[in-house]
């Protein structure tokens, strides 16, 4: 079983619906915190851990998952770490909790969570959001894609996209999968102007595509039952649903391409493509 590391300061409360705190840990990493007992629901750490390793299976640009555990004593003597439930503050649980690391620790005011248009097209690496598209559509996310946008030096005019918040991938907290065309996208269609084709999709694609049941396995196995309420039966019939849901993901995105939003202006249908088918954190605005 995977270790814990010890969260050992509290920086800061972070924007979002989970109420997620930012952590400095034994390690001397900053995580992003979220808590069992969060407004959302208990499952979206398990989702968050279980999502984002797919996604790194994939070699998508998502930050590592840990296990921190919390202690008493940090919550005691820490005032600000309570969550806002009906308007009553009460105290975050203590145990094991999701801790992501944070992007941005090493380098303040050089992480973005919007970015318009003009600077989305300096995103060195915009094709990923097509790629995490397979992600997206594979997991069912209910949430719209969310990222964060690192410059690597100031003043720069680069960015960098970084994944973050799986939570309500397995449509959060229920762990079913009501597919909608427009689930799971980024609200911006300009992202996916790069998309010609289904090459634009690997190499997350055949990777999910072709994973088995073990490496799927590998990807839940260090998640604590308590984050899923001791449910196991409940986490092997959704891991059995992810490895039957492989071969229906060109289908989710092609439904996507076909929908009102036309994401892929760009797209070339080959014959053969077709046969097979049957791219807190501050704000710039």
Known sequence: M???ISA?????????GAQSHLLRAADGACYVTKFQNNP????????????????????LPMQRVEVIEVSDWLIEHTEDLRIDLGGAKIPCRSGRQLGSLYVGCKSPGMTFDYLPR???????????????????KWTCNSDGRQAVFCQKKQRSQRYT???????????????????????????????????????????????????DL????????????EWYEGDRDGLNRLVEALQHRRGAIRNLITEFRRSSRNPFPSWRESPANSAHACCGYRSIA
């Not at 050992?8 to 979002?16: A, K, N, T």
């Not at 959302?40 to 070699?59: C, K, P, S, W």
């Not at 102007?193 to 190499?203: H, I, K, M, R, S």
């Open 40 to 59: 959302q629901h208990i499952r979206v750490l398990a989702n968050e851990m279980l999502a984002t390793n797919l996604g790194l299976v994939l070699g």
């Open 2 to 4: 995977h270790t814990c």
């Open 8 to 16: 050992v300061q509290h920086l800061s409360p972070l924007r979002g």
């Open 118 to 136: 003009e600077l989305l097209q300096r995103v060195v690496n915009v094709g990923d959001f097509g790629r995490v598209l397979v992600l997206d």
């Open 161 to 211: 996209a970084i994944f973050i918040d799986q939570g309500y991938c397995f449509n959060a907290g229920e762990w079913t999968f009501p597919d909608y065309p427009l689930r799971g996208v980024y609200a911006t269609n300009c992202v996916y102007e790069c998309v010609t084709g289904w090459e634009a999709f690997e190499p997350a694609l055949t990777r999910a595509e072709e994973m």
């Open 214 to 225: 073990d490496t799927i396995w590998r990807c839940a196995a260090d998640i604590p039952e």
